[in-house]
């Protein structure tokens, strides 16, 4: 495993290749808080030359070309290249991200690999040209790729996040130069020993690492065509103002703050467990994490009680363990975050029901207890703002009309679900939710639903098909149709 922990060079033009300092970061486990391998250090320099590589690939290769077989048999390649180092994989989840096993195994390589199968699928029947006629018009249009994609991701799931963009603008013709996030790029890096396996073609995508700053270089860049981002809204805001200055194409995954609205029919037993086991997943830290409950007034108490038993039993500890429900944050910052947001719920006047300091039993990790605040306001901040923590807010609403406005009264607008033992009235809730993605009963969508936020969640949608037509350009040629 220590070849995977310890990377010298970078991945750029097809080969591995010494970065131009001899920089790096550290990773750190989460779990002990010891350094247990690094990456270079990403520099301006080497996102120019991986630009530039890209750039090539992109006017010069063959890969924007590619007949659609031969595309689709290297993503079906890729796909399984994946599902053979998922134990690898996994490992390097769990030791630079302190991912759970149980996480790894559901939103890693299946996800990841998902995708490339998928989209792999897609281009062999996608419309890519079209000839349309009316009267004596005639016209051809062409989906061609967009260019050179910066793909940029954070810490929390990169795998998976990084393969919504790599695959479908590989299957759009495109070129890639991806950023992995400072704190989670092990993984990336076996991307792209997978990537070199696969018999992708030099410079079609290239791996850099780095923090804020390069990222802010790399989505400047005049060479980038179009930028994809999954990350925070604040960070989605500035690289919005940079694109605009270029007309810069953007999609923007970004925070979300969802609500699990329990109706007054709902079945606890059913809903509760499923409800609490959503929000601590992963400690927390993903985006479509359902963190504030909605319950009904009329059965407040019984509710309230339920939630509370199930998350005082939640699982903590070792994420390796594969019964662990909430591993260590990412980071001591992270955690510094989440308890800032726990002392804040107190000091706003919301009850702490449980939980809200560290485990006793831990003795090292970034580690916080399941917590859940109930009677909380949804003005107060610990319901409006993203934790990204183990965290958990309860509030009561007076009827269905209460929930719906209390559930949209958020700048975000990503993920959500509502509970009942009638979907018709289920559906109807979600309707009048106004949120990307939104279940019935937690149920889980087909592979090739896109995904993606309304208000401050998001711009565009990744996966499915509208995830594809991201990174396409349409253009259309006029015929003479008497020729
Ligand atoms: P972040 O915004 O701090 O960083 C995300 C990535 O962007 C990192 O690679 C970082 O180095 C880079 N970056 C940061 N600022 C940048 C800038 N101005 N220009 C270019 N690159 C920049 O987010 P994070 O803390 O790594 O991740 C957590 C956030 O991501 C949460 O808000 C979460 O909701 C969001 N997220 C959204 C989705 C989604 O699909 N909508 C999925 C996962 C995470």
């Known amino acids: 495993m220590s070849d995977l922990m310890h990377r010298d060079l970078l991945f750029i033009g097809g080969r591995w290749q010494k970065p131009v300092t001899g920089a790096r970061t550290s990773i750190v486990s989460p779990r002990t808080e010891k350094t247990i391998g690094y990456v270079p250090d990403g520099t301006s320099g080497d996102i120019d030359r991986a630009v530039q590589e890209a750039?090539?690939?992109?006017?010069?290769?063959?890969?924007?070309?590619?007949?659609?077989?031969?595309?689709?048999?290297?993503?079906?390649?890729?796909?399984?290249?994946?599902?053979?180092?998922?134990?690898?994989?996994?490992?390097?989840?769990?030791?630079?991200?302190?991912?759970?096993?149980?996480?790894?195994?559901?939103?890693?390589v299946p996800l990841a690999s998902e995708q490339f199968d998928y989209y792999a699928t897609l281009i062999e029947s996608f419309p890519f040209e079209k000839e349309v006629s009316e009267h004596d018009r005639l016209a051809l249009n062409v989906l061609e790729p967009v260019g050179v994609v910066a793909a940029i991701v954070p810490w929390n799931v990169p795998l998976s996040i990084a393969a919504n963009k790599v695959a479908p603008a590989l299957a759009a013709g495109c070129t890639v130069v991806l950023k992995p996030a400072p704190e989670a790029p092990l993984s990336l890096f076996l991307l792209a020993d997978i990537l070199e396996e696969s018999g992708l073609p030099a410079g079609v995508v290239n791996v850099v690492p780095g923090g804020r700053e390069l990222g802010q270089y790399l989505v400047g860049h005049p060479d980038v065509d179009k930028i994809a981002f999954t990350g925070s809204t604040a960070a989605g805001k500035r690289i919005m103002a940079t694109c605009a200055q270029s007309i810069k194409r953007v999609t923007l995954e970004l925070g979300g703050k969802s609500a699990a609205v329990l109706l007054d029919d709902v079945d606890a037993a059913v809903a509760v467990p499923r409800v609490v086991m959503g929000g601590m997943s992963l400690s927390g830290q993903i985006c479509a994490s359902q963190s504030r409950v909605l319950i009904p007034q009329s059965r407040r108490n019984e509710l309230v009680d339920h939630i509370a038993a199930l998350v005082g039993q939640v699982t903590v500890g070792d994420p390796r363990e594969p019964t662990t429900v909430v591993g260590p944050l990412v980071s001591a910052a992270q955690r510094s975050r989440v308890e800032e947001y726990i002392a804040l719920g107190k000091e706003e006047g919301a009850t702490l029901a449980i939980g809200g300091g560290r485990p006793a039993n831990l003795a090292s990790g970034w580690y916080v207890e399941p917590t859940l605040f109930v009677d909380v306001g949804n003005e107060m901040r610990i319901a409006k703002e993203e934790i990204f923590g183990p965290v958990l807010t309860v509030t009561a609403y007076e009827d269905d009309d209460d929930a719906v406005r209390i559930a949209n009264d958020s700048c975000y607008g990503l993920s959500g679900s509502v509970w009942t033992t009638n979907q018709m009235r289920g559906v109807g809730i979600a309707r009048r939710i106004r949120t990307g993605w939104i279940s019935v009963n937690g149920a889980q969508p087909p592979t090739g639903t896109s995904f993606g936020g309304f208000k401050q969640s998001g711009l565009g949608r990744e996966m499915g098909r509208a995830g594809l037509e991201a990174y396409l350009e349409q253009r259309a040629i006029a015929l003479d149709p008497s020729v």
Do not use: H, V, Y
């Open 55 to 108: 750039r090539t690939a992109f006017d010069d290769g063959a890969w924007p070309k590619t007949r659609i077989p031969e595309r689709s048999a290297l993503l079906r390649r890729i796909a399984n290249l994946l599902r053979a180092r998922a134990g690898d994989i996994k490992r390097l989840l769990i030791d630079e991200m302190g991912t759970t096993a149980m996480m790894a195994d559901i939103m890693q």
